[in-house]
């Protein structure tokens, strides 16, 4: 369950802005005591004392509709406000599974949405996307709903900058680096540019493993077909027949199934590794870039080198990847018996072309800056 707010019926004068409000609602007639009831009571005083006076200053009236939805249903009411509203104030306290699938749909959108949620409640990392953080307290109630009536200021007359998952979706360019990048002193959540170096670091570092393990494969991959050598020179010998190439290509086949399949998996691994570490180098490049150019000596310049040669690293890679793919494409045209290796390699190549465009863009960064 959900709690969603709408706005009130349209005025004559012009339009209201709707607005739906997503957030875990607990069971108001569950058990005292229970989990369910505490839910309610918690999320009800984040409603009353943040979000709906936060509304009220911008003359948009939200309504409860505690009733709209069974417990664990996404209700085609539900999904057209989260669509279709002009804006959605969403509430990440707890983690609900539901608010998370509804935040999800909304990102896609590219219209404005907007996070809150209590310290050390969140489901997830939400240091990519800014979220009004408070503690469950008096000050920090009244300090959440000033931040609340700040960002809706800041909506309704500045506009919002679609989301990531938007603007993949609708092919528009890269977010402006922002001052907003920089860390915020005023909050203690915020990281900072070494915090960004050491998530870099660490993703590079299982990234580093990753590339060894698609190495690897690529080498067992080469020893397989040096070694079935001989058997295939033999085959194409004058006046051999064709069913000679039989036993060179299923012992081909059986050799290269284990490293081809394990190259797949490598290689899906090392694509999810990228998309994972793309917002944390692009933070980072944008706090540097919001360095004047004397300051980023040190740590800075060493970051943008080291992104510089990964991203080398990681183009030469494809290109081998390319050349065995390549090879591969004529060995599944002779023979069937290579078509799952050939398959698993195919795949294998795809997943880190799709992401050679991400690398190529840390690339062209990193130069720019250094």
């Given at each position: 369950?959900?709690?969603?707010?709408?706005?009130?019926p349209?005025?004559?004068?012009?339009?209201?802005?709707?607005?739906?409000?997503?957030?875990?609602?607990?069971?108001?007639?569950?058990?005292?005591?229970?989990?369910?009831?505490?839910?309610?009571?918690?999320?009800?005083?984040?409603?009353?004392?943040?979000?709906l006076?936060?509304c009220?200053?911008?003359?948009i009236?939200?309504?409860?509709?505690d009733?709209i939805a069974?417990?664990?249903e996404?209700?085609e009411?539900?999904?057209?406000?989260?669509?279709q509203?002009?804006?959605?104030i969403?509430?990440?306290?707890?983690?609900?599974?539901?608010?998370?699938?509804?935040?999800?749909i909304?990102h896609?959108?590219?219209k404005?949405?907007?996070?809150?949620?209590?310290?050390?409640?969140?489901?997830?990392?939400?240091?990519?996307i800014?979220?009004?953080?408070?503690?469950?307290?008096?000050?920090?109630?009244?300090?959440a709903r000033?931040d609340?009536?700040?960002a809706?200021?800041?909506?309704?007359?500045?506009?919002?900058?679609p989301?990531?998952p938007?603007?993949?979706l609708f092919g528009?360019p890269?977010?402006?680096?922002?001052?907003?990048?920089?860390?915020?002193p005023d909050?203690?959540?915020?990281?900072?540019?070494?915090?960004?170096f050491?998530?870099v670091?660490?993703q590079?570092?299982?990234?580093?493993?990753?590339?060894?393990?698609?190495?690897?494969?690529?080498?067992?991959?080469?020893?397989?077909?040096?070694?079935?050598g001989?058997?295939?020179?033999?085959?194409s010998?004058?006046?051999?027949?064709?069913?000679?190439w039989?036993?060179?290509m299923t012992?081909?086949?059986?050799?290269m199934?284990?490293?081809?399949?394990?190259?797949?998996?490598s290689?899906t691994?090392?694509?999810g590794?990228?998309?994972?570490?793309?917002?944390?180098?692009?933070?980072a490049?944008d706090?540097?870039?919001?360095?004047p150019?004397e300051?980023r000596?040190?740590?800075p310049n060493?970051?943008?080198?080291?992104?510089?040669?990964?991203?080398?690293?990681?183009?030469?890679?494809?290109g081998?990847?390319?050349e065995?793919?390549?090879g591969?494409?004529?060995?599944?045209?002779?023979?069937?018996?290579?078509?799952?290796?050939?398959?698993?390699?195919s795949?294998?190549?795809?997943?880190?072309?799709?992401v050679?465009?991400?690398?190529a863009?840390?690339?062209?960064?990193?130069?720019a800056?250094?």
């Open positions: 369950m959900s709690i969603v707010a709408v706005a009130g349209e005025s004559e004068e012009a339009p209201m802005t709707t607005c739906f409000v997503i957030a875990p609602i607990g069971n108001e007639h569950a058990p005292d005591g229970s989990p369910e009831l505490l839910a309610f009571e918690e999320n009800l005083e984040i409603y009353e004392k943040v979000i006076p936060a009220a200053r911008h003359g009236v939200p309504v409860r509709a009733g069974d417990s664990g996404i209700t009411q539900i999904c057209r406000h989260v669509l509203d002009d804006i959605v969403a509430d990440l306290t707890g983690g609900n599974s539901n608010v998370t699938y509804e935040i999800g909304r896609l959108t590219g404005p949405i907007i996070h809150i949620g209590e310290h050390g409640q969140l489901p997830f990392d939400l240091s990519l800014r979220t009004i953080m408070f503690k469950r307290s008096r000050s920090g109630l009244v300090g000033r609340l009536e700040g809706l200021e800041r909506v309704l007359h500045n506009g919002f900058e989301l990531t938007a603007r993949i528009l890269a977010a402006a680096p922002s001052a907003e990048s920089v860390a915020d909050d203690p959540e915020a990281p900072g540019l070494i915090d960004w050491v998530r670091e660490e590079t570092e299982a990234m580093g493993e990753t590339t060894e393990a698609i190495g690897g494969f690529m080498m067992s991959i080469s020893e397989v077909a040096l070694q079935i001989p058997v295939m020179e033999r085959a010998q004058p006046g051999a027949p064709m069913s000679a039989l036993p060179a012992e081909l086949a059986k050799g199934a284990e490293p081809a399949a394990g190259l797949r998996e290689c691994r090392f694509a590794q990228m998309v994972e570490m793309d917002a944390a180098v692009h933070t490049f706090v540097i870039a919001a360095m150019p300051q000596a040190g740590s060493g970051f943008l080198e080291q992104m510089v040669s990964t991203a080398e690293s990681t183009q030469e890679m494809v081998v990847l390319s065995v793919e390549v591969m494409r004529w060995l599944i045209k002779m023979s069937r018996e290579l078509r799952a290796p050939g398959r698993d390699i795949a294998a190549v795809k997943q880190v072309s799709a050679v465009t991400r690398i863009d840390w690339e062209r960064r990193a130069r800056l250094i």
